[in-house]
């Protein structure tokens, strides 16, 4: 680790630290319907979307009816995006002449960006057409990402009202978080990233003549072997900075470009890297800042924020170290830092970014649920691997994915509460709610679900060799910890892979289409469940015996939670992985 | 065959997540009835 890493990862933080608060009280307005500054822009627009659309905005929902709506809303659009990716042949902005998207991988792409998930199983250059990119995914990304703030903003609604049966209007606030929200930031980033050489046209792919011709020689399955001479490139391009602006704003992290952010197209400079992971955490941090001010209670939301900073400050400490050490299976080479090299494991890393920029942003993606990478995590030393699946396993409440962070985080918070009632022998209250048992039942419903996906279909696959193993690239536990970061990428709706595995089959394509799923919308039910009811209580004068939930004590016990949590429920499937595999590279042994 | 299976199984998800709605809410009416 260098001095020079660690000012970078202080600098970037504190960027987010500065910008969080206007943000996040920029939201309370828009959300609370207060005047804002970009009213007199977005309020004649929004009024003509609900006039065309035949929306009335004064009407509010009940829990059940805002979930309902979201359920259907997402079933509608994902059909839609499945139906295009199965037609692109036939549709204009197509100059690749790409083929249909095979039905399981449409499937798989379909589920995948209608939850927020952007898990790819496909080359985007070689499979999906500019329409596709920009009409259906691009179009995910946004409304994916606006609905995970409604649904956070319908949630502090829940635990801000008081003797209320209803949680806001789901059309209204999806439509103020794009358009308040993420398309004037979109809108400015994508041409900020343009100034730094991010691509943004039309034009069919480029075909470069190589310098020099190479030969490639190539097995087929059938036993055969073919050799090739090379002497052209084919270099992909396209409208490149629009989707990778709200790929980052929005916590997705679907690539136009299969290298993701390691391609020079996608992320060329170390300031286009540090706006990407900037945006990963921007719209995260500012919401705490909106639930202290929606709440009334300022104080509650910087306490949230500051657990989520300790346990983001303890990720990036164990990633940057463990990937800032040298191998040691490599005895013979100097791994030292040098004045002419980074020293350290830059196997799968960008010389470009450097070990601090790649363990920062293999840490920040995977404490959101963005799932943009810039290095091949499969690549990082096993502890440095570890990171990114402790940081998903987490429920990837670190600032976590664009609203869907926030409304994790205070499902633990709720349960933080919980246990100090417990300990303190008092009636559990929450910022003058009462915490009973429905309330716990749905937050463990929603606590629950989520390894049970991720392991039940993590098991399932290791005991089949002919569907889940047959896919491995590496046997042992790298292997184990590949196939576990697949389901655990795919039920935290991260979309970050850790390679490796060869997805792209019926098996994988379906059961992670499964586990897209289940992570998305049968965790949400419980959450608004848990908002409907907060929402219908009566507040509680504050007592002695009150837990209050504004203090570095309330931080330390929700960052304990978090981690004990996460330990007792993945530590047996992480010691078989990451940990041994540790343990064994200190003996001699690889994968 | 594939597109009618794999738009059937999306439907049929989506029918169930709307059906644990309603019994999350049954469950709540349950609770507070008691």
């Known amino acids: 680790m260098t001095a020079n890493g660690w000012f970078q990862i202080s600098f970037f933080f504190a960027l987010i630290l500065l910008c969080a608060k206007p943000l996040g009280v920029y939201m309370a307005h828009v959300f609370e319907r207060q005047r804002a500054w970009t009213d007199s822009i977005f309020r004649p627009i929004e009024k003509l979307i609900y006039r065309l659309s035949g929306i009335d905005e004064t009407h509010e929902m009940a829990w059940t009816e805002y979930a309902v709506v979201m359920l259907l809303f997402s079933l509608v659009t994902m059909l839609v995006t499945y139906g295009i990716e199965r037609l692109q042949q036939l549709l204009p902005l197509n100059p690749q002449h790409l083929a249909a998207v095979a039905p399981d991988l449409a499937l798989n792409t379909a589920a995948s960006f209608t939850t927020n998930t952007n898990w790819q199983s496909y080359v985007p250059e070689t499979t999906m057409s500019y329409l596709t990119q920009m009409l259906t995914l691009a179009y995910h990304n946004f409304f994916s990402a606006a609905i995970g703030i409604a649904l956070a903003v319908a949630l502090i609604r829940g635990i801000s009202r008081r003797e209320s049966k209803t949680l806001g209007n789901f059309w209204v606030d999806m439509t103020r978080a794009s358009l308040w929200v993420l398309l004037p930031a979109c809108f400015i980033y994508a041409l900020l990233l343009v100034s730094q050489g991010v691509v943004q046209n039309f034009r069919p792919y480029d075909q470069a003549k190589l310098v020099q011709s190479q030969t490639v020689t190539t097995t087929g399955a059938d036993g055969k072997t073919t050799t090739q001479t090379i002497t052209t490139q084919s270099i992909a391009q396209g409208p490149t900075a629009s989707q990778e602006a709200i790929k980052m704003l929005g916590t997705n992290g679907g690539g136009f470009f299969q290298a ?228 655990t990428s795919a039920t935290g709706n991260n979309g970050s892979a850790f390679a490796g595995l060869s997805a792209n089959t019926h098996w994988y394509n379906l059961s992670l289409t499964a586990a897209m799923l289940i992570g998305r919308f049968l965790m949400i039910v419980p959450m608004l469940a848990l908002a409907g009811n907060l929402a219908g209580k009566k507040l509680v004068p504050p007592s002695p015996g009150t837990f209050p939930v504004q203090t570095p004590l309330f931080t330390v016990l929700l960052a304990g939670v978090i981690l004990i949590v996460g330990a007792l429920t993945f530590f047996p499937a992480l010691s078989l992985g990451p940990i041994l595999e540790h343990l064994l590279m200190h003996a001699g042994k690889s994968f | 065959m594939w597109d009618l299976g794999c738009i059937a199984a999306s439907v049929l998800f989506f029918v169930v997540a709307i059906g644990y709605t309603k019994g999350c809410e049954r469950l709540g009416t349950k609770e507070r009835q008691a």
């Open chain 1, 260 to 487: 993701n952010s390691a391609h020079p197209f996608e992320n060329p400079t170390p300031l286009s890297n540090l706006m990407q992971m900037f945006s990963i955490f921007l719209i995260p941090a500012a919401l705490t800042v909106t639930l202290g001010r929606m709440t009334r209670s300022p104080g509650h939301g910087w306490a949230v924020f500051a657990a989520m900073a300790a346990l983001f400050f303890v990720g990036v400490f164990v990633a940057y170290y463990a990937e800032a050490q040298p191998n040691p299976l490599l005895h013979s080479v100097n791994q030292h830092v040098t004045a002419s090299q980074v020293g350290g494991n830059m196997e799968g890393k960008e010389v470009r970014f450097g070990i601090a920029n790649s363990a920062l942003f293999a840490t920040v993606t995977t404490d959101a649920s963005c799932g943009a990478v810039n290095s091949a995590h499969d690549s990082f030393m096993p502890l440095g691997g570890l990171v990114p699946l402790v940081n998903i396993m987490l429920g990837e409440v670190i600032f976590g994915g664009v609203g869907a962070g926030l409304y994790g985080m205070l499902i633990f918070v709720v349960l933080a509460v919980f246990i100090a009632g417990l300990m303190v022998g008092r009636t559990p209250e929450y910022l003058g709610k009462k915490i009973e048992s429905y309330d716990v039942k749905m937050a463990m419903l929603y606590v629950l679900i989520f390894p049970l996906s991720i392991l039940g279909f993590s098991a399932v696959a290791l005991m089949m060799p002919n569907l889940g193993l047959s896919a491995l690239a590496n046997t042992g536990p790298h292997g184990l910890s590949e196939i576990l970061y697949a389901y």
